[in-house]
């Protein structure tokens, strides 16, 4: 069953895969920029990968991420924030204990803007049996409490390990076929005007005969991110670079 009690705010910010980490501290700034009210969304829509890694039960990853944890959940108290976990960050609802926090269990999620039906998701949601079995282990409360311990043993070597090795990957490469990828997993499957996604980095819309589909841009890549407004020259998300001190 589909949640279906969310409302897209015009003036919305959306934002995927950001990937914050120490080398990536981009989206920091942008949360000052917003604390600070230099930037002014209306509600602020999370797509998952918002952080490289973000743990609910390893505290060692919300250490490393405190500054930014910190900051969402001071505007959360003044800005309504929508998370979709993604396969970097998830289990956070006890982290972010006022932000409405979606599972990958529970997406896509259904939501409404001006008329128009939406679905939203971080994106890894249909996939292959193998990745669907990798997805449930690696968010078993069980498998990260082991995590936990043995990392905490070894003084945290995994955990940096694991830091290491994300900081090396590429996140805009370009996915080939994609739109034939796409086709598959979503054309034909759902009763909506569009279907909004990240994880794939790509920053394309595929229009489709009964709905358009739009793969978001990483804010890791370019800094890029979303506003939903409607206009002449916009029907739904005007894409922004942001850039310290806008």
Do not use: W
């Amino acid at each position: 069953m589909y949640h279906n009690n969310i409302e897209i705010k015009e003036g919305a910010f959306i934002v995927s895969d950001a990937h914050y980490s120490q080398i990536r501290p981009q989206f920091l700034d942008f949360l000052k920029d917003i604390d600070s009210k230099k930037l002014k969304p209306t509600q602020i829509i999370l797509m998952g990968d918002i952080f490289d890694a973000l743990f609910g039960e390893i505290p060692y990853t919300h250490k490393t991420n405190q500054e930014a944890i910190n900051l969402l959940n001071k505007l959360s108290q003044k800005i309504e924030i929508i998370y979709l976990e993604g396969n970097h960050d998830f289990n956070l609802k006890k982290i972010f204990p006022n932000i409405r926090v979606y599972s990958l269990d529970v997406q896509p999620i259904l939501c409404k803007y001006n008329g128009k039906k939406i679905m939203l998701a971080h994106g890894d949601f249909a996939t292959d049996i193998k990745y669907k079995i990798y997805t449930k282990i690696i968010r078993n409360t069980f498998v990260l409490r082991a995590l936990k311990l043995v990392d905490s043993i070894l003084s945290h070597s995994i955990l940096n390990k694991l830091d290491e090795y994300l900081s090396k990957k590429n996140d805009c490469k370009e996915f080939e076929h994609f739109k034939e990828f796409i086709s598959k997993r979503i054309e034909n499957k759902y009763d909506v005007d569009y279907f909004i996604e990240g994880h794939y980095h790509q920053n394309k819309s595929i229009n489709f005969e009964k709905l358009t589909y739009i793969n978001l841009g990483a804010f890791a890549c370019n800094q890029r991110f979303f506003i939903v407004k409607s206009s002449k020259e916009v029907e739904l998300l005007g894409e922004i670079f942001f850039s310290k001190g806008i």
